[in-house]
């Protein structure tokens, strides 16, 4: 018995350091694997990020930090976050950057354009941005982009016009740039101008589909629906299923006659989505125009009842209970009509005055008024987040912000709301 043990120890013996090369040589395998996976996203999120696809970026960094937490992922995640928009975490990121090295200048610097991207251009920050501009920042494209953005999300659209023509003269071919500037020119009424970028920017990238696509768009809402159908039409090819492509190109067909045609891609667009707001307007107008009165009044319905602010459907609507004999419940939506319209002209007349005079709270204040009273909630926080931007102490601005909070369930914003309207002035 003894002489057996000995002989499994001893065979044991000789077995157990290859049983440890073994099992190195599979966690070195392991190791060496999930960093390859790690360099495989790194490398996936560089090509993203060439190609301003700063969603799939992010994506690609998230798995890559799963491997990787150096503070030079963690810095390029934070950034990559902002750029798609996701403020949140890109503030958890750079959280991070600063556990791991402090407080450094491109963490200073990243916080300044997570700042001001969304609008935020207290205490200095515009300036101290602008002064890195001027200085010819290494960043400066990247401060540019941010402050673009902010100035655009709290409408002080000259701020954002001159940003981005400063970033134009740095990058000509800038697809975003052109894009957004063009967005700026619609805004300010230019719209020789912004038809000049939209073209440039295909120019530029013929393969870029989100600039096709925004020049399409602004072909048929200015009565070009023949040149803006052959841009529609190569977009269904690449997007078969793209919901502002069918409706665009919809409308398109409706305004060349083909009524039949454009029907047939609303009923297309419905079936993937039922509540498609203005697929159903657009399916209304179609079925009223064709003297089907009772199918157009169907159709409306349901549009008015997911939107009830929508003008041009409350219109039809209006219309369609006239021919149908419905006198009463037409003059409803007649009178909610006259208040819709006046509400429109008033924000349009606010849109060109906030054009001359950038900094007053009074003038972004009551446009944000008036969008939230229309159902137009994200325009109206901007609106009045610009507001705040012009005049932090702005004591009407605070009360609405308070009461729409209250409303929506978010008691917590009331009250700071609240809070900051007791202790202001009238402004």
């Known amino acids: 018995m003894k002489n057996q043990q000995s002989d499994i120890k001893n065979q044991l013996g000789r077995f157990l350091p290859v049983l440890c090369l073994l099992a190195l040589a599979a966690f070195g395998a392991y190791f060496l694997s999930r ?17 301003s696809d700063f969603v799939q970026a992010q994506a690609h960094l998230r798995h890559c930090l799963e491997v990787r937490r150096d503070p030079k992922s963690q810095f390029l995640a934070a950034r990559t976050a ?42 200095g920050v515009e300036a101290q941005l602008w002064s890195l501009v001027y200085q010819n920042h290494p960043d400066s494209l990247l401060i540019l982009e941010a402050m673009a953005q902010g100035y655009i999300y709290t409408y002080r659209l000259r701020s954002a016009q001159a940003c981005l023509e400063r970033w134009l003269q740095q990058q000509p071919d800038s697809v975003q740039a052109l894009l957004w500037r063009a967005q700026v020119y ?40 023949d040149q803006a159908v052959e841009h529609f039409e190569r977009l ?3 997007q078969a299923h793209n919901s502002q492509v069918l409706l665009g190109l919809a409308r398109c067909r409706d305004s060349q006659g ?21 697929a159903l307007r657009e399916r209304g107008k179609i079925a009223l125009h064709a003297g089907q009165e009772a199918e157009a009044e169907e159709w409306l319905r349901q549009c008015l ?14 219309l369609c209970l006239g021919k149908r004999g419905k006198k009463e419940e037409a003059q409803v939506y007649w009178t909610r009509l006259e208040r819709i319209d006046a509400d429109l002209e008033r924000l349009e007349v606010l849109n060109r005055a906030v054009g ?22 994200q325009e109206g926080l901007r609106w009045l987040a610009g507001a705040l931007q012009v005049d932090p102490q702005y004591r009407p601005t605070h009360q609405v912000l308070a009461a729409y909070y209250q409303r929506t369930g978010k008691p917590d914003r009331a ?13």
């Open 35 to 51: 960093q390859l996976w790690a360099a495989y996203h790194w490398q996936a999120a560089q090509t993203a990020l060439e190609q």
């Open 82 to 123: 902002r750029r798609a928009g996701d403020y949140g975490e890109a503030a958890q990121r750079l959280g991070e950057c600063e556990r791991l090295e402090g407080t450094t200048p491109a963490v200073l610097l990243e916080q300044l354009l997570l700042r001001s991207q969304h609008g935020d251009f207290t205490a």
């Open 186 to 225: 619609e805004s300010l009424h230019s719209y020789d101008k912004a038809l000049n970028d939209y073209r440039r920017a295909v120019a530029v990238d013929a393969a870029h589909d989100q600039a096709r696509l925004q020049l399409a768009v602004f072909l048929a809402f200015s009565g070009r629906a």
């Open 236 to 238: 269904r090819q690449r």
């Open 258 to 278: 083909r009524a039949n045609e454009a029907a047939q891609l609303l009923d297309e667009l419905l079936r993937q989505n039922r509540q498609d707001i203005p």
């Open 305 to 318: 009842a997911l939107d009830p602010h929508d003008q041009e459907a409350t219109y039809l609507f209006a």
């Open 356 to 377: 001359q005079a950038p900094e007053n709270a009074v003038l972004r204040h009551e446009a944000g008024v008036i969008c939230l009273r229309n159902g137009q909630e």
């Open 415 to 427: 009250a700071h709301h609240h809070q900051l309207a007791s202790r202001s002035g009238e402004g």
